[in-house]
Structures are given as structure tokens and as C-alpha cells.
């Protein structure tokens, strides 16, 4: 194909439903042409506003929705479960992180780890605001407190990578980032000297939930939702491991929604790509 020729872009991806709201796209576009919008059933999907477009291309190479870069699975290796050097079973020593994490809170004591002893500078994780809004924002965390508010699982579409353009070159090796299998998928795609580098901390991710499951919790909460400013899915303070789904009100009170609910939720509310996943495990993180 000649330089002049129109590239594949990612419209054809989110057409075949196989958008997993990534943000990868997001961050490699030189137009800064390509949006995360939501569509009525509660899904974040990839948009180009084609009056921006150059058709480079360059979003459908990055893409994880329908291909994997050549060679990120090895040959001889289990595809579901990776390389495996080690495993081991544990939990925070420090009871804030502990009783703040979603699960032993291993994933933010290992931030906090590499911040204390100065080998990582940031870490790009992803909290839940208390503003109403009730949607995911990743940051770029700079200290150990701030690491504390971006504990817990978000089982709801995050475009984490969205987030890889404000990290510059050279900012990489000392950069940490916490993601599901389908970030780092994307992260694999991006050119070696955007993405080889990070401390890549993985969580297991059998699924997430559209945002209107969400809406659902909310509504079996009898709050209303002008009322509601965030959310936990996993409220340990709700009677303990693994945690009711908790709705944070306005006056500060945390309204229960039992477990059975939110699992009950998992097989209405799961965006099509996920039933396409193979990598529950996250072959390509670190740890
Ligand atoms: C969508 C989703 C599905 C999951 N499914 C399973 C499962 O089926 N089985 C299983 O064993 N474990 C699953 N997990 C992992 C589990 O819920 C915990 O995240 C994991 O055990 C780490 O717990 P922790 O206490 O160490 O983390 P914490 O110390 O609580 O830290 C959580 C970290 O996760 C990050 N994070 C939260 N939500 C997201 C998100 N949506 N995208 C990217 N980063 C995020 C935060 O930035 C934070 O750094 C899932 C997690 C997610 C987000
Ligand atoms: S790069 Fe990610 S967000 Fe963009 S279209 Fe592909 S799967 Fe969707
Ligand atoms: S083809 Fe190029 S300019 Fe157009 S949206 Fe994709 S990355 Fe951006
Ligand atoms: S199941 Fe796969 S595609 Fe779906 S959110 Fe988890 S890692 Fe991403």
C-alpha cells in the first residue's frame, strides 16, 4: 500500500463490537482525533472525529480489539497462563492498605514498595471520584497517600491507556502501571519506544460490567441517583471479606447492596468483547 493510500482505522473495529475500551487508540493518535464515548447500552467505545482524521492508520496498528503484536505469546508457553517464574500467596503488612484493597491489597503495597525505596517516580493507576459522575478516572500517581484513593476494583470499562500520551520517553522506566490483560494487549501493539519499560503490575479479569450495571446497583439501592456520588463494588466495610457493593451518599452514608446482586449483574451486563477474551490471567504483566 502506497504512503498515500488511506490505512485501516479503527472504525471497522468498533463496527465488529470487539471495542474493549482500551484508550490505547486514544494515545497514539497524532490528530488527537479519537474520543471514548458511551453508547446508550452503557459501553465506551472508540469514536474518530473523521474531520480530524488523516488515516494513518496508526490507531488500527495499536489496536488490541481484534490482534495481538506478532510474537507476544511464545512458542512452547501456555497462552492462558503465561511464563511463570514464581508464585506466591500474600497480603499488605499495612493495615490501611489492607483494609482499603479490593483484595489483599498486594497491588498498591507493591506501588508504595517501589515508591518508598525510589524505583519508580509515578504509577498510573485508576480511582473512582466522589463527584457524581461515577465514572473511573486513571491518574498518575506521584505519592504513596494518593496511591490509597485508587484502591479497589472498578469492574466497569476503564480506557487506562488513554492516559500513556502524557508519559514521556524518558519517564518510562521509572513508571509503574497497574492494568487488566487487555491493557497491556494494547500496550504490546504500541511502537517498543512508547511501551517497553513499565513496571507492569497485572490483575486476574474474568470481566467487567457495562456502566449500566452500574445504574442497576444504584436503582436497587432506592437512593436516587442525584443523590449518589460514588461507589464501591467491594465494601469491606460492609461486613467484611469480599465485601457488599457500598453507594456513597451525599450526607456520607454508605447505602448496602448485597453481593448476590452485583453477581447477579456479571452474566446481564458483560460487553460482548469480554466473552471473546482469552487472557484472564494477564500473560503479559510483570507480576
Ligand atoms: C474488572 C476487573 C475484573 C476482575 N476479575 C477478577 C477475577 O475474575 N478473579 C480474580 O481473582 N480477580 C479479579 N480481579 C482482580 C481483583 O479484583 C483485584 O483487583 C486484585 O486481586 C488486586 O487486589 P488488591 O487488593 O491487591 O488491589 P488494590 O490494592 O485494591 O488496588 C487495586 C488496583 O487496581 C487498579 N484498578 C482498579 N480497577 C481497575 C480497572 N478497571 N482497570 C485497571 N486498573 C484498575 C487500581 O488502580 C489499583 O491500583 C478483577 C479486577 C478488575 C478491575
Ligand atoms: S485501541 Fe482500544 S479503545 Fe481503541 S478501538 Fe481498539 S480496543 Fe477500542
Ligand atoms: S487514522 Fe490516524 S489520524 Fe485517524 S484516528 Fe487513526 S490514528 Fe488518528
Ligand atoms: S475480560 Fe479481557 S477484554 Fe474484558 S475487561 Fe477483562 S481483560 Fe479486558
Keep these: 500500500m502506497s504512503p498515500s493510500q488511506p490505512k485501516r482505522t479503527i472504525n471497522s473495529v468498533v463496527a465488529q463490537h470487539l471495542c474493549l475500551s482500551c484508550g490505547t487508540c486514544v494515545s497514539i493518535c497524532p490528530q488527537q482525533a479519537i474520543t471514548m464515548t458511551e453508547s446508550p447500552g452503557g459501553l465506551l467505545l472508540a469514536e474518530i472525529d473523521e474531520s480530524s482524521c488523516n488515516e494513518c492508520g496508526l490507531c488500527y496498528r495499536v489496536c488490541p480489539g ?78 504513596p497517600s494518593e496511591l490509597l484513593s485508587t484502591q479497589g ?81 467491594k465494601d469491606k466495610s460492609l461486613g467484611g471479606w469480599p465485601g457488599d457493593v457500598g453507594i456513597l451518599d451525599t450526607s456520607g452514608n454508605i447505602i448496602r447492596v448485597k453481593q448476590s446482586i452485583r453477581h447477579w449483574c456479571k452474566g446481564r451486563f458483560t460487553p460482548p468483547r469480554c466473552y471473546l477474551c482469552f487472557d484472564k490471567m494477564n500473560v503479559l504483566a510483570d507480576i
Design 66 to 143: 481484534d490482534h495481538l503484536t506478532e510474537g507476544s505469546l511464545r512458542a512452547g508457553e501456555d497462552p492462558f497462563v503465561g511464563p511463570v517464574i514464581a508464585a506466591y500467596c500474600g497480603q499488605a503488612s499495612d493495615s490501611r492498605i489492607l483494609q482499603s484493597g479490593q483484595s489483599g491489597g498486594i497491588a498498591t503495597a507493591l506501588l508504595s514498595y517501589l515508591m518508598d525505596m525510589g524505583q519508580i517516580d509515578r504509577a498510573i493507576v485508576t480511582r473512582m471520584p466522589q463527584d457524581g459522575l461515577l465514572r473511573p478516572q486513571s491518574i498518575v500517581a506521584t505519592t
Design 153 to 233: 476494583s472498578k469492574y466497569c470499562p476503564v480506557a487506562l491507556n488513554s492516559i500513556l500520551r502524557y508519559i514521556s520517553k524518558v519517564q518510562i522506566s521509572r513508571t509503574a502501571i497497574v492494568g487488566l490483560a487487555c491493557h497491556f494487549h494494547g500496550l504490546r501493539n504500541m511502537p517498543q519506544n512508547r511501551a517497553d519499560g513499565f513496571i507492569k503490575i497485572g490483575l486476574i479479569c474474568e470481566r467487567v460490567m457495562t456502566f449500566c450495571a452500574m445504574d442497576f446497583l444504584i436503582l436497587k439501592s432506592d437512593k436516587p441517583r442525584h443523590d449518589v456520588v460514588s461507589i464501591r463494588y
